[in-house]
């Protein structure tokens, strides 16, 4: 039986945009039941939060989250519910291995009905929507390689999505810069996006530049949402190297164009400048292209060489490139075996060609101005993780800081008012996630509760500070899922959200 929860004497920002009002907020039955003026409901609660000082809002939406076989493995989901994120939005970037048979020690499934049945047993702190990922069906219909997609191809791949779509997936996604999607022409993926027309399933995209291409990849992702629902959402949105910083006004403003055209286009953000990702995206043209590379770099040291030079162009600055695994840079590897950072990056693809890296890439002038456009929600790009002694911290902050850094940086912005509904309503509205991202009557109490002004994350790339400060408490679904007067204790009561 699900308990009678009073939050008495805190600031009340329900999402909506409006400002914070001192209110209290009852929930009976996982649901919020009234929010009434201090002191409106009689102190017979089975359990009184006295926020006193505090901001309460909905619980926080992750718009871009990459925790669908790791939220399994780590079903407390620590990284993420204690920033008070209580859903994220999962198959980002074209991978979704919840929609193609997977396994993870006992757990199998075949597809996204049975992951969200896994996921039910499984017990997961926070709540799941799913997104079918491009990458991921290709995959399973042709693996990695670069051949191009026939009729029997696409139609295969359009069964796993309609599967993935009934099961209450909310969208699909593409990831461009990554094998095999990168080998995917336009006209495939406008023959998938046929798909959803009629229909409010969006299209997420990881385009296929965000560099020297990025106002035609843009385009391109307009075209292909256009040819479906018409609605788009562009995966942390940014311009990446200096040479592409001026393009950001013309990015804005042909995504408002296609805006005022009728299509529905959001953005996502980490409120980062480091981008992270695999270390293989350091490699210049035409090494990028080709799924076999590291094969052929163990094999044969004369492409090693080969390597090693064409780094000198790498689109990616190489030396305060960090690799998040051993918590250096580059310079500071090279430095220490006496190499360049060419080939030192090149040794690092030799022993690891799968690890993550993150690269100084971005803008801060330009992060700012996308932080202010009023469509844009956080998202993490993140993974779940523990963080406790068994799996310390040590990737990328955005796993652990997006929320509280967000926060800060556009309640400079644009007011503590919009940057929690950035987090929360619009993130909602985006996927149709049904009664959650307001705080109103009627609606699933997933809640926080955290001090505005203290709220904030220091976590950085070695591995520092992965906790958040200021969060005091969250709720999923009506309950208790973190205290921070208990800060080891963790309720799993998250749920597979589906989206029809």
């Given at each position: 039986m699900q308990a009678k929860i009073i939050i008495k004497n805190g600031f009340i920002c329900d999402g909506s945009g409006t400002a914070p009002q001192k209110k209290d907020l009852l929930i009976e039955k996982g649901l919020i039941s009234a929010i009434g003026e201090p002191g409106a409901f009689q102190d017979n609660a089975d359990c009184i939060i006295d926020a006193a000082g505090?901001?309460?809002?909905?619980?926080?939406?992750?718009?871009?989250?990459?925790?669908?076989?790791?939220?399994?493995?780590?079903?407390?989901?620590?990284?993420?519910?204690?920033q008070g994120v209580t859903t994220e939005v999962d198959g980002n970037c074209g991978f979704s291995y919840s929609c193609v048979p997977g396994e993870l020690e006992d757990m199998h499934w075949s597809g996204l009905a049975e992951y969200a049945s896994v996921m039910k047993q499984r017990s997961v702190s926070t709540n799941t929507v799913v997104l079918c990922g491009h990458n991921s069906i290709r995959e399973q219909v042709m693996g990695k390689q670069n051949v191009k997609a026939g009729k029997d191809e696409i139609a295969a791949m359009r069964r796993l999505m309609e599967q993935a779509f009934e099961a209450g997936a909310a969208g699909w996604t593409s990831g461009l810069t990554y094998f095999p999607g990168k080998f995917s022409d336009t006209a495939e993926l406008l023959e998938l996006s046929v798909l959803t027309k009629g229909t409010n399933k969006i299209h997420g995209t990881?385009?296929?530049?965000?560099?020297?291409?990025?106002?035609?990849?843009?385009?391109?992702?307009?075209?292909?949402?256009?040819a479906g629902s018409g609605r788009l959402e562009v995966s942390h949105l940014k311009t990446l190297f200096p040479g592409n910083f001026h393009k950001v006004d013309q990015l804005l403003q042909d995504i408002r164009d296609a805006q005022q055209s009728g299509m529905d286009v959001h953005a996502d953000r980490y409120p980062y400048i480091y981008t992270s990702t695999r270390i293989g995206q350091a490699l210049p043209s035409p090494y990028n292209m080709d799924p076999d590379f590291a094969t052929k770099l163990r094999a044969s040291v004369d492409f090693q060489e080969e390597i090693a030079k064409a780094l000198e162009?790498?689109?990616r600055?190489?030396?305060?490139?960090?690799?998040?695994?051993?918590?250096?840079?580059?310079?500071?590897?090279?430095?220490?075996?006496?190499?360049?950072?060419?080939?030192?990056?090149?040794?690092?693809?030799?022993?690891?060609?799968?690890?993550n890296a993150a690269f100084l890439s971005c803008s801060p002038e330009n992060l700012e101005k996308i932080l202010s456009q009023p469509w844009v929600c956080a998202g993490s790009d993140g993974v779940s993780m523990q963080l406790d002694a068994g799996e310390q911290f040590g990737g990328h902050p955005r796993a652990v800081g997006t929320f509280p850094t967000f926060f800060r940086m556009v309640s400079k912005l644009c007011g503590v008012a919009e940057a929690v509904r950035r987090m929360t309503a619009l993130p909602a509205q985006i996927f149709r996630i049904p009664q959650r991202g307001l705080l109103k009557p009627g609606y699933i109490a997933d809640i926080v509760v955290f001090d505005s002004d203290k709220?904030?994350?220091?976590?950085?790339?070695?591995?520092?500070?992965?906790?958040p400060i200021g969060m005091k408490y969250v709720l999923v679904g009506g309950n208790v899922a973190w205290d921070a007067t208990q800060p080891n204790k963790v309720g799993r009561y998250g749920n597979f959200i589906p989206i029809n």
């Open positions: 505090n901001l309460v809002t909905p619980g926080f939406i992750d718009a871009h989250s990459h925790g669908d076989v790791r939220k399994l493995r780590y079903p407390e989901n620590r990284s993420k519910l204690f990881h385009m296929r530049s965000e560099g020297e291409k990025l106002l035609e990849a843009l385009h391109e992702a307009i075209e292909v949402a256009r162009h790498s689109p600055d190489l030396a305060p490139t960090i690799l998040t695994a051993k918590k250096k840079t580059l310079a500071e590897i090279a430095q220490e075996k006496g190499v360049s950072v060419e080939r030192a990056c090149m040794m690092e693809f030799l022993e690891s060609p799968e690890q709220f904030e994350s220091k976590a950085g790339f070695r591995g520092e500070d992965p906790m």
